[in-house]
């Protein structure tokens, strides 16, 4: 057998390995809650059914509004990462600001804090200024983490356009503003798609900051309604897999749609400046 080969047969056992779970949440959520603990367990769901994503997805108004807040707060945390983000890792770059360095360590230091240590200390200082079970707290909770992350990753994308480029922008008329509109942001793009999707991501999936600053039922995501699934008087392991799956499909199609431009982003962003 070749090398290529071989690598060949590692690479499909590694994706095999990592598609399983993926695999099995949708397994289950075409079986009868009976069928789930079959012994043997089932491979393929013989028939297949779709009660659970009726009663668990289509019947329940809890999962919409969950998946109706999800969108709104991934959505939100996007918009103002990007806003707040892109600006500010131009800045960084290309302006002599003083502290440069030290300002990016306390970015990275903030991305190694768990967010459950941010949870408390927000929802006391989001319950002063009327922000707790609001779409801007959770709005801004998210981007905390977010806007750090994505100004770490920007920065190297415009430490890598030439200074002379947006020297000359400036002799032409340019303000400093217009040459980051006009000239360092539109060959950045791949960059900034990067931590759209990123952000886009990290909030739809975010659990914590949904659990402690979204009181009341209205405002919780998706991520906090599924939990509920969960209680003392068990699973219905059908209907939470429907729900899951449901939830995933924004990821899968996100990734799919735009995934020459995350691994082109990321790894451009890891490698330059």
């Known amino acids: 057998m070749t090398r290529e080969r071989i690598r060949l047969v590692v690479a499909v056992a590694v994706t095999a390995v990592y598609l399983l779970p ?11 809650q009976a069928d789930v603990f079959a012994r043997p367990p089932a491979l393929v769901p013989v028939p297949p059914t779709l ?3 009726q009663s668990a997805v289509f019947d329940d108004p809890d999962i919409g509004r969950g998946l109706l807040n999800t969108f709104v707060i991934a959505t939100g945390t996007t918009l103002l990462t990007l806003v707040v983000a892109v600006p500010a890792a131009f800045a960084l770059a290309r302006l002599r600001i003083r502290w440069v360095t030290p300002a990016l360590l306390l970015f990275l230091a903030v991305q190694m804090i768990p967010a459950v240590n941010l949870a408390l200390p927000m929802f006391v200082l989001f319950g002063r200024v009327g922000l707790v079970n609001t779409y801007a707290g959770l709005i801004i909770a998210n981007c905390s983490l977010s806007i750090p992350l994505a100004i770490t990753i920007m920065r190297p994308y415009f430490l890598s356009v030439p200074g002379e480029v947006l ?9 400093t503003f217009g ?5 360092a942001l539109p060959v950045s793009i791949p960059g900034v798609i990067t931590m759209a999707v990123v952000s886009f991501l990290g909030a739809w999936g975010e659990f914590v900051f949904g659990l402690a600053l979204a009181t009341g039922d209205e405002l919780q995501p998706v991520s906090v309604v599924i939990a509920k699934l969960t209680n003392a008087f068990g699973t219905r392991w059908n ?19 735009l995934q020459r431009y995350i691994v082109a982003g990321l790894t451009d962003g890891a490698t330059k400046g």
């Open 239 to 257: 209907e939470l897999m429907a729900v899951s799956a449901v939830v995933a499909v924004p990821v899968i199609v996100l990734f799919v749609l």
């Open 167 to 175: 020297e000359a922008a400036r002799v032409d008329g340019c303000t």
């Open 22 to 32: 993926v695999y099995w949440m949708l397994n289950t959520s075409f079986k009868q």
């Open 51 to 53: 009660s659970a994503y």
């Open 179 to 183: 040459a980051f509109v006009r000239v």
